[in-house]
């Protein structure tokens, strides 16, 4: 069967919809509990207004034969069986909505020439009869009441009452699915309109979980209670801003004016070193201090890169060429050789096809280097690292002590170093920068288990 085009893009649009309402659980719940309440209130109103009209008409034509039965028992009693059957013969032949009959064992007395297999009165059982005043074959619901030496057959022509009911009947099935239909189009409405501020509140949630601090949430001009909540959100949004950047210009602001009497105090330590040098004397305390003042020197500098990187993240001003991935990788892997062939450490690449992406590629090589350096130094001696490219990122793998849970947050926080690594060279800041170049590129990056060791997915957006 061919559909039409139009109908396969409803079926789409109502699909699509539905998958999305379905993952929105709160707003199906309330979608779920108005439509259960309509339908509700519309069932209710069906039953009493069904009560009032069809019920009452079949009670009242229940009352009526009721009234029959006990007005011919009470006849049979006071008169005599002629007089009885004479007045029931001209009553069943008066009565025209209700069809009456006397049977006995010699004669049959009203409308029925033979009587049906009928239940006692009052429960009623329909069958066929032959209408005069119609013309036609027609159904009627009867009973049957002994009475005296034979039994009284009362029966009345409710096909219009049967026809009524069934009409009845379809226009409640019609108003049930109206009011379903009604349902699904407000929870369509409803899902439609709270859904799109929820997944406003929910994109600026992301976007500040990935650093872009001055995201903020859309207030509408309905100054309804989601405004409020957006007007508060922003609020605090721009007072952490203010905090971090608060923190951050402090930080910036002393490596910045540190670094210049420094790099004055490394030239007097290096002119002291040629001095000494030309005497023949040590110098094996100057180099030490000019070592660790090339540490500090180093620190300050990728704290104010650390903070270039974020502003660009922030400005989005970073002019990104397409970067094959894949060449990137192998660079750093070659640079870094020497190091790990030194620590009889084994690099094992899986490079199925290129990766091209747009970015920069000096900062995407400083990243997967600093991975791969961090994996080198970490992962020991004999260690097993593995790059694997992915269709949209790459991992690096090695099988060293790896990262408890509850660290894997905190060592992209700057200067923060685990404890068991401050034996090992380095300033808490590798990570950090790593995350921030990622970050550039719009990505993501994750510290998973590798068991043993540690596994770093990096993941670009499309």
């Known amino acids: ?152 057959i009362v029966a009345v ?20 699915c109206l009011a379903i239909l009604l349902g699904l189009i407000t929870g369509l409405i409803f899902s439609v309109r709270v859904l799109k501020r929820i997944n406003g509140f929910n994109q600026v949630a992301l976007q500040v979980e990935a650093g872009h601090l001055s995201a903020r949430v859309a207030i509408s001009e309905q100054n309804d209670e989601y405004d409020h909540m957006a007007s508060h959100i922003n609020t605090m949004l721009s007072q952490l801003q203010h905090s971090f950047e608060t923190i951050a210009g402090i930080t910036d602001a002393i490596a910045h004016d540190l670094r210049t009497p420094l790099s004055h105090l490394r030239q007097q330590i290096e002119s002291e070193i040629l001095d000494k040098q030309l005497e023949n004397l040590p110098t094996e305390q100057l180099e030490s201090m000019l070592q660790k003042l090339d540490e500090i020197l180093f620190t300050f500098s990728s704290m104010l890169e650390l903070t270039r990187l974020q502003q660009q993240r922030e400005d989005n001003s970073q002019n990104f060429t397409n970067v094959n991935l894949q060449q990137v990788i192998i660079d750093a892997v070659d640079l870094i050789e020497p190091i790990t062939e030194n620590k009889h450490q084994f690099i094992a690449l899986q490079l199925p096809s290129p990766l091209f992406i747009q970015g920069d590629a000096t900062l995407l090589f400083r990243a997967v280097y600093n991975l791969l350096e961090n994996a080198s130094k970490y992962a020991g001696d004999n260690a097993q690292i593995e790059v694997r490219l992915t269709p949209n990122g790459f991992t690096i793998k090695d099988n060293g002590p790896g990262i408890c849970d509850s660290e894997k947050e905190k060592v992209f926080q700057r200067l923060y170093r685990i404890e068991k690594s401050r034996g090992v060279a380095g300033f808490g800041l590798g990570l950090t920068l790593v995350k921030a170049i990622i970050q550039l590129h719009n990505g993501t990056i994750e510290l998973l288990d590798n068991n043993p060791g540690l596994t770093v997915q990096i993941t670009f957006a499309n």
């Open 1 to 152: 069967m061919v559909f039409p085009p139009f109908l396969k893009q409803y079926v789409a649009l109502v699909t699509a919809w539905w998958n999305r309402v379905k993952s929105a659980h709160s707003v199906w719940r309330l979608t779920r509990l108005y439509t259960g309440l309509l339908l509700s209130v519309v069932a209710i109103l069906l039953v009493v207004l069904y009560q009032l009209s069809i019920g009452q008409m079949n009670r009242q034509q229940q009352l009526q034969m009721a009234n029959i039965i006990a007005q011919q028992t009470l006849l049979a009693e006071q008169l005599t069986t002629t007089q009885f059957v004479e007045q029931f013969e001209l009553q069943a032949h008066s009565s025209r909505q209700y069809i009456l009959s006397y049977q006995t064992e010699q004669q049959s007395i009203g409308r029925l020439s033979e009587a049906p297999t009928l239940p006692q009165c009052p429960s009623l059982s329909r069958f066929p009869i032959w209408l005069d005043q119609y013309d036609e074959i027609r159904l009627v619901s009867g009973c049957a009441q002994p009475l005296g030496s034979g039994t009284l």
């Open 157 to 176: 022509d409710d096909e219009s009452l049967y026809e009524l009911k069934a009409q009845f009947i379809s226009a409640s099935a019609i108003a049930l």
